[in-house]
């Protein structure tokens, strides 16, 4: 892995001060490591798997596509009075895995599944929970496990 690492965070901005937060505790453990980022937003958790695969798909297939050495999933999915969170948290995280598995893609999963806002919050603040770093160490720490087995992208 290139040092330092490109790393591309894909937000859902569906509770924006969440993913703001989220976002801040990434970016910060992001440029703490000298690493540099691009950050795109999508609607949902839903939308997160289909952004990175074409992110991974551009990588695959031309040269001048933007090179990551990593990607961040970031997102909250708040507990409804539905079976919408179901399907939400488990497909999202499904694709997720059929990219990290399917293509050799080094994630870090930061989609956090909550049953209330406060629990959201206490996740994703910077100075609590902090999932936005955690996020960004996983992905980049499967990053350094992608080179060291020298897996491509297929």
């Known amino acids: 892995m290139p040092d330092p690492a490109h790393v591309l965070i894909v937000e859902a901005r569906f509770y924006t001060d969440i993913a ?14 000298g690493g540099g980022y691009e950050r795109i937003a999508v609607p949902g958790a839903f939308e997160i798997p289909a952004a990175i695969g074409f992110a991974a798909r551009a990588m695959a297939e031309s040269e001048a596509a933007t090179r990551y050495d990593a990607f961040v999933a970031l997102g909250c999915v708040i507990r409804g009075e539905t079976t919408h969170y179901d399907y939400v948290c488990g497909e999202s995280a499904r694709g997720l895995m059929d990219l990290s598995l399917a293509h050799a893609v080094p994630l870090g999963y930061g989609i956090l599944t909550c049953e209330n806002r406060e629990q959201a919050m206490q996740r994703a603040r910077v100075d609590a929970g902090n999932k936005g770093a955690a996020a960004v160490d996983a992905a980049l720490r499967m990053a350094e496990l992608k080179a060291r087995f020298g897996a491509a992208a297929r």
């Open 20 to 33: 703001e937060e989220l976002a801040r505790g990434a970016i910060a453990e992001i440029e703490a490591r």
